[in-house]
């Protein structure tokens, strides 16, 4: 993109890029998630960042609403992509994904339990702006919140 000023804003793609076998992470400024609010200060090439649909990634069920206490406690997965319609995450739902890297949070979810993701850090969100993705990451260095177009 040409055109940008000093202090302006990238603005984000209206759809988010697809590939067949592969889930899109998001945009990545060397290796690091983009942040769409901050102001340009120089010249710079995002990349979509792919993760291979399979054993590193994990989809729930569509039709799920609530995510129980401890159901994925401790699962090695590096993306999960919780389901629009999802309202509720419970305590420990998360607790010790060790691995989890990225996880996509809908704006259906109207509460996670303060500790869904107890022993979890390093952790990118996905989410809409003003949801409980963005909430939960608020002051927690644990994870760190990025704005999400993704269907």
């Known amino acids: 993109m040409t055109g940008l000023s000093c202090g302006d804003q990238v603005p984000r793609p209206e759809t988010d890029p697809t590939f067949t076998g592969w889930t899109f992470l998001g945009w990545f400024l060397n290796e690091e998630p983009y942040d769409f609010s901050r102001p340009v200060t120089h010249s710079a090439t995002l990349v979509a960042g792919w993760a291979p649909e399979g054993s590193e990634s994990f989809t729930l069920p569509k039709d799920m609403t609530v995510i129980e206490e401890s159901a994925f406690e401790g699962i090695a997965a590096r993306y999960i992509r919780i ?4 309202t509720t995450i419970n305590p420990n739902a998360f607790k010790d994904c060790r691995e ?9 979810v109207s509460l996670i339990a303060s500790t869904a993701f107890t022993n979890c850090s390093g952790v990118y969100v996905l989410g809409e702006s003003g949801s409980m993705a963005e909430t939960l ?6 994870f760190t919140f990025i704005l999400s177009l993704e269907p």
């Not at 990451?137 to 644990?142: H, I, P, R, V």
């Open 100 to 108: 989890l890297k990225f996880i996509r949070i809908p704006g259906s």
């Open 137 to 142: 990451c608020e002051g927690n260095d644990s």
């Open 83 to 86: 389901p629009d319609g999802c």
